[in-house]
Structures are given as structure tokens and as C-alpha cells.
């Protein structure tokens, strides 16, 4: 079992490097990929899909600023995080807007795995982990 | 109450409104008291990782896309998808006198049901143990109260010792029987008031025990008395493999806090075969290879890593102030010395590493004491203009004496600038960090240091040199007899000087030592009988070149000897044929 899930990851990868074009998820090239997994169907295609599906989301997970906030926010400041993260990672990043309440104020933005956190409510998980 | 509210208020203050970088990922499966987890990329070897709940693990496997933790704490609480954080910190233990008499988990925890531990710092779980080379040798015994022991094979203080034995051949009775008896010896040395009387606490690590064992130890204990001088360690057999192979650091950990607080600690672990068999668990729930019916590979290091650990610093302080300063921040576990660093003889810390920040106006002398000492490395936070006159390039501005002496012995590597912000009150210029490697000087099996006055008797009889070009012949360049070659000896070494016959070759070779192609020296002797002494204790061997007859010295790319270095003078250089050639071997001291 640990030796398919292995073998299977291993293959996601290798599908998954074929659809990075300059660094950049190419959508080309997933269709294509999806398409030579349909014809030529792997040992384990659950398995392999599932593995293929994780990277590319990591991968495109790295390109979105995600700013979760509880107020309002403008197009400038996405602008201005996107511009900021664009510079920080050295990578085209766009900026999304998803309201959060839970945060009962501030801004969380989460570039892939990386999260900047600036809420209340993490300055509250904060304190509480803390005293 | 008031002080619940001053912690909270604490806290408070220090939390600030500025965004805080985190690094996260998600568990993709948990099992066997290990989660597997996505994301996570920027995860340290080690690190403690935060779980949702309070739960903590350790970051032991990082793997290409995925990072395996150990779980210390309720493994089912934990479900797919749950965000797991970084804390940047490693895996740390509660240190200190408050903890004698209790018993604790691996990670510190109190378990004899005796109320919260108070203690006020903590040491990381698992630390880099020093070389054997600033280690201080074993000088004084550990009387274990055995004395078929104490009589034949005696313990020093510093000393590790296994003990081996079938089952129930009372090993595990050696070990209590030793920590009783410094109990008594401490009760007593205690008593006498005697200020120099270092008494030796113990920590007693049981790994994978049965309970009612480790309670009949602390109870033979406290029975003898010896409770109040003793830390135990319990990770008993029913406690995860995590926390078993995690119990001997900390109990190393909880020692070291002594021995860095000028105390004696004895450590007792019982036993590193249990260990061993948890570590084998842990590789095997992390998937690493385990070894059929043995023990990972990496145990031996696992040990040694444990075996290793202790260590000694030592400051030297002219400033009275910062040396107060430094020893109430330190306390005990740093010698301070006050004395002016110059007047002091290094070699008494034998080949020790050495670091320093050093003021502009001597920083020069002290790099030059620093180079002429036997150590390792030796780094350096100076002034950003000495960094550059150190490792400056042959022809540029920077270029020099002190360029020319650090290169003799050492190669110069600048690692980075410390901006005047980082130093209160702020300086006005740059600072930078040095890092200093001395050369290699093993010469095929061993090393050759030429003592002071080894070339005394050789240039008081006006023995004819010549000075050569790669000791070749055909190309002289200088001969004591014709005046155009000056030798010298002083207490750097020796010194010549040459002055160059204004022929093509000469002038080429000029070029060469200006454009630094050529900047080494060498020299050709025989040995009179009794003029070398040759030492096999250490690995190279090593040869002392007490009194030789110098044949030639010669300018050479690839010297025998990488102190040596030539230069040519800039004034003379200026105006041929009157070039003269300036080197100079410079000699190590013993």
C-alpha cells in the first residue's frame, strides 16, 4: 500500500512538472495531462489525481494573495499587497478579497504556505496561547 | 490576582500591531502518533510545530512535498485538514534547582503530582556537542561509595561510563547506589561550609520502565535522603515512543544547566537500549529505514549526540563595567576574566575557537596575538574598513600590511556587514564579521613548526645563501656573500631581503609578485644532528625545527609553507634595477 501511494505520488510529480511552463501552472498543459491520464489510465488514477491535484493547488496557491478581512477593503490596498508580495517573492501575485468576521478586524493575507496575520483575533489566539 | 493582571498586561505590550509572518500547512493523515502534513515550507529540522488544541510535535521528517511530526500530546484530537503553524523555536525543557526532588516527563512536566514546577528558564532539548579539543580534561573523581569501584576502576568528574550486564545483575543498583552516595557527600560537603565544595546533583533518566520501577527507585531515594539532590526523568513504557526518545536530551538539558552554573551534575541513563528500541519505533512510524531485526542506522549518532554534550566558554574583558555586566548576566556558567586580552596567553585554552569584537584602535595587535595562536578558526566583529583591509585583492587601495599578515596564517572570508543599527548607542561607520581559517600546514603525515632562533647559528656564521626562484639554479636572484641578499632573524621569523639584478627574468618575476601570481617563499636546509625533534602523540606528527643550515630561500607560487609570503617594496619598485624583493617566513609558535 505505502509503496503504490508512493509510486503514485512520484507519478503526480512527474505529470506535474510537465505542466509548469516558465515557472507558471499552464492551463494547456493540465488539459493535456488530464486528457493522457484518461487514455492511458496510471495503476492507482484516484490516487494519482488526487497527488497531481495537491501540487498544482500548491503550486498556483503560491501566485494568490488571499486577504481575508473583516472590514471593508479597496482595490487600491489589494493592489498595493498584491505589489508588495509581487516584489517580496520575486513572483507574479495576485490579490483576492475574501471577507472573514471571524478576524473582528485587521487583515490575514495567506500566500501560499506563508500567512501574514494581522487581526484581532490572531492577536487574540496570540494571548491566549501566551498567558 | 494583581499579578495575573500584570502577566496579561505584559503580554499585552508586547504584542504589536505589526503583521506577523507564519508558516503553515495542513495535516493530510494522522496515525500512529505521527501526522503527515502539507505545506509547512519553511519548517526546520527539529522545530516545534503548533497543533490545533495546544497539541505540539516535532518536525523529524522533511520530505519534497510533505513534513512528518511526531505528536507530543493527544494524537485524537487531531483530524485531517486541521492548520498546523511553525514556532521557530526548538523543542526546549524547564532547567534548574526547582526542579530537584521532583519528577518530570521528557518535556518537563511535573508527574509525582507535587504541584507546578517553578522554574524560570529553559534550555533547548537538543544541542550541538563541543569538540573534544576545548574540553577540559578529567581531574577529579566521582566516588560512586562502591569500593570495589572507587578502588579499581575509578569515575572522574566529565567521565561517561557504561555499565553492561545480564538482567537483574543489579546495574540499574550501581547507578542508584552512585546517586545516594553523592547525596551523602554533598549533605556533608554542605555542611562544612567549605566554599569550594561543588556538590554533585543527579538526574536519573528512566526510559521505557515499567512505573511501578520507577516509583520504587524514587522511593529507595527518598528513603536514603538523596531525593532533594535528584531530578527524575520518567518516560515509562507506556508513554509514546516520542516522548521516550525525547527523555535523555532533556535530562541532558536539565544537567547542562548545572554544569554551566558552576555545579557538578551526575546523569544516569537507565537504560539506552530501551532508547534505542524507541528510536526504532520512531524511524519505523516515519517510514525510515529501520534495519531487519537491529536498530536504525543513525542510533550510533543518536548516542553520540547524547554523549557528547558539555561544554566551556571563557570571556575576556579589559572594560571593569562590562566585565560586572557580563558576569551578572551569566553568572557562574561564563568565566570571566578581567585582563586586557593582550596580555594574556591563549595557548592555556589549548586549540579552542576563538570570537571577539574588537575596537578599531587594537584591533590590529589582537589579530595579530589571534593568528599566532593554535586555533580551529577564530571570528571576528570589526570595523568594516579593517574587514576590507584584511581581505582587500593584491593592487587595490586596501591592499597592505595587515592584508600580507592575516594572509601568512589565515584565510580571511568576510561573512557579512552588521549595519550601525544593531549596537547601542549606534556607531557611525559600517562593522563586519570575519571569519579567520587558518591554513593547512600538514606537509604529508605531519606538521613542521620552525622554533624561534632555529636559523641563529646558520646566519651568525655568515653561511653562503643564495636566493632562488623555485629553488632553481639557473635563475639566482641574490648570495649573502655578493651583499645582495640580506638575512635576518627576529621574532617573527626569518626575513629577507634581495636586491634584484636588472635583467628580463628579474623584471617578469616582479610583475608576477605585483600582480600577486607569486606570493609565496620557501627556503632549503639540512638538519644538523639533534636540530629537529619529531613528536607521534598527535595525528599528524609533528616536527620542531630547533637549529637547521640554511642552503637557499627562494620566491615560489606553491610554497612548502603557506604562512610564508613576498612582497615587493612600492618605493624601490618605482625605480629599476634597485627593485629589492621583501619577504619573510614567518614562524609558529609552539
Given at each position: ?10 507519478f ?6 510537465m ?13 493535456g495531462?488530464?486528457q ?5 489510465r ?9 497527488a497531481?491535484?495537491?501540487f ?14 473583516a ?15 509581487t516584489k ?9 478579497a ?5 478576524l ?14 494581522s ?10 496561547l501566551?498567558? | 490576582?494583581?499579578t495575573?493582571l500584570e ?11 505589526k ?6 500547512g ?8 505521527v501526522?503527515?502534513?502539507d ?9 516545534m ?6 497539541a ?16 507530543l ?42 504541584g507546578?514546577i517553578?522554574?524560570?528558564?529553559t ?8 569538540g573534544?579539543i ?15 569501584i572507587?578502588?579499581?576502576i575509578?569515575?572522574?568528574r ?19 547506589d ?17 566554599p ?13 520502565q ?38 535523555p ?27 534505542a528500541?524507541?528510536y526504532?519505533?520512531i524511524?519505523?512510524?516515519l517510514?525510515?529505514?529501520?534495519g ?20 566551556k566558554v571563557?570571556a575576556?574583558?579589559?572594560?571593569y563595567?562590562?566585565?560586572e ?13 578581567h ?14 575557537p ?27 566583529l570589526i570595523?568594516?574598513?579593517?574587514a576590507?583591509?584584511i ?5 587595490t587601495?586596501?591592499y ?12 580571511p572570508?568576510?561573512?557579512?556587514q552588521?549595519k ?22 600538514d606537509l604529508?603525515?605531519?606538521i ?7 636559523f ?7 653561511a ?13 636572484l ?24 636588472p ?23 639540512t638538519t ?45 619598485a ?7 624583493i ?5 614562524m609558529?609558535?609552539l
Open positions: 500500500m505505502a509503496s503504490h501511494a508512493k509510486k503514485a505520488r512520484q503526480a510529480r512527474q505529470l506535474f512538472k505542466s509548469v511552463v516558465d515557472g507558471v501552472v499552464s492551463a494547456d498543459r493540465v488539459a495531462v488530464l493522457y491520464v484518461e487514455k492511458n496510471p495503476a492507482n488514477p484516484v490516487m494519482v489525481l488526487k497531481y491535484a495537491r498544482i493547488s500548491a503550486e498556483l496557491a503560491k501566485g494568490q494573495a488571499v486577504v481575508e478581512h472590514g471593508a477593503i479597496n482595490d487600491a490596498t489589494l493592489a498595493a499587497i498584491a505589489a508588495s508580495m517580496k517573492y520575486g513572483r507574479p501575485v495576485a490579490a483576492t475574501k471577507p472573514n468576521a471571524a473582528l478586524a485587521g487583515l490575514r493575507v495567506q500566500v501560499g504556505d506563508d500567512i501574514y496575520e487581526s484581532v483575533a490572531g492577536q487574540l489566539a496570540a494571548l491566549s501566551a498567558v | 490576582m494583581s495575573v502577566q496579561i498586561e505584559q503580554q499585552i505590550a508586547k504584542l504589536s500591531s503583521a506577523v509572518k507564519k508558516n503553515t495542513n495535516i493530510r493523515t494522522v496515525a500512529d502518533g501526522a503527515k502534513i505545506g509547512l515550507s519553511a519548517v526546520m529540522y527539529n522545530e510545530v503548533q497543533f490545533p488544541g495546544g505540539i510535535g516535532i518536525a523529524l521528517n522533511l520530505e519534497e512535498d510533505e513534513v512528518g511530526c511526531v505528536v500530546g493527544d494524537v485524537s484530537l487531531l483530524k485531517e485538514g486541521d492548520e498546523v503553524t511553525t514556532t521557530g523555536k526548538l523543542l526546549s525543557v524547564p532547567v534548574g534547582k526547582a526542579l530537584l526532588g521532583r519528577a518530570v516527563d521528557a518535556l518537563g512536566n511535573p508527574v509525582d503530582g507535587k507546578p517553578a522554574a524560570t528558564e534550555y533547548p532539548v537538543e544541542k550541538i556537542a563541543p573534544i576545548v574540553r577540559k580534561s578529567v581531574s577529579q573523581p566521582l566516588f560512586t561509595g562502591i569500593m570495589a572507587d578502588s579499581m575509578p569515575i572522574g566529565g567521565q561517561r561510563e557504561l555499565i553492561i550486564g545480564d538482567r537483574g545483575t543489579g546495574k540499574t543498583t550501581i547507578c542508584i552512585t546517586i545516594i552516595n553523592q547525596a551523602k557527600i554533598n549533605k556533608v560537603g554542605l555542611a562544612s561550609g567549605d569550594k565544595f561543588r556538590p554533585v546533583y543527579s538526574i536519573y533518566v528512566a526510559v521505557g515499567k512505573n511501578s520501577n520507577i516509583v520504587r527507585t524514587m522511593s529507595a531515594l527518598e528513603a536514603a535522603g538523596a531525593l532533594e539532590f535528584t531530578i527524575i526523568v520518567a518516560a515509562p513504557a507506556a508513554d509514546n515512543p516520542a516522548n521516550q526518545y525525547l527523555a536530551f532533556s535530562g541532558a538539558s536539565m544537567g547542562e544547566w548545572f554544569m554551566e552554573n558552576g555545579m557538578d551534575a551526575l546523569i544516569v541513563y537507565d537504560d539506552l537500549s530501551k532508547h528500541v524507541a526504532r519505533q524511524s519505523l512510524i517510514k525510515r529505514p529501520s531487519r531485526e537491529a536498530y536504525p542506522g543513525d542510533v550510533f549518532y543518536l548516542h553520540s549526540r547524547l554523549l557528547e554534550r558539555a561544554a571563557v575576556i574583558e579589559v572594560d563595567g562590562l566585565v555586566q557580563l558576569r551578572q548576566k551569566f553568572g557562574p556558567r561564563l568565566e570571566v576574566i585582563s586586557d586580552v593582550l596580555t594574556i596567553d591563549l595557548a592555556q585554552w589549548g586549540r579552542a576563538i570570537a571577539g569584537n574588537l575596537p578599531y584602535y587594537i584591533a590590529s595587535p589582537i589579530l595579530e596575538k589571534t593568528l599566532r595562536t593554535d586555533t580551529p578558526r577564530a571570528v571576528f570595523q568594516k574598513e579593517v576590507d583591509r581581505v582587500a585583492k593584491p593592487g587601495r586596501d597592505g600590511y595587515l592584508t600580507v599578515q592575516t594572509a601568512l596564517f589565515a584565510e572570508h568576510l561573512l557579512f552588521v550601525p543599527g544593531a549596537f547601542r548607542p549606534p556607531p557611525k561607520v559600517d562593522s563586519a564579521v570575519v571569519l579567520l581559517e587558518p591554513r593547512a600546514r604529508g603525515g605531519f613542521e613548526y620552525v622554533r624561534p632562533g632555529a641563529r647559528r646558520s646566519l651568525a656564521a655568515g653562503d645563501v643564495v636566493a632562488l626562484v623555485s629553488h632553481d639554479t639557473r635563475m639566482i641574490g648570495r649573502t656573500v655578493a651583499g645582495t641578499l640580506q638575512l635576518s632573524e627576529d621574532g617573527k621569523g626569518l626575513h629577507f631581503e634581495i636586491a634584484v639584478p635583467t628580463t627574468a628579474s623584471r617578469d618575476l616582479l610583475v608576477s609578485i605585483e600582480r600577486g601570481d607569486v606570493a609565496g617563499a620557501s627556503f632549503a636546509f644538523p644532528q639533534g636540530g629537529d625533534r619529531w613528536s607521534f602523540k598527535e595525528k599528524p606528527a609533528v616536527r620542531e625545527l630547533l637549529d637547521v643550515d640554511l642552503i637557499d630561500v627562494t620566491v615560489t607560487a606553491l610554497p612548502a609553507y603557506p604562512e610564508t609570503s613576498v612582497a615587493m617594496r612600492s618605493l624601490q618605482a625605480r629599476p634595477p634597485l627593485s629589492r621583501l619577504a619573510g617566513y614567518y609558529d609558535t
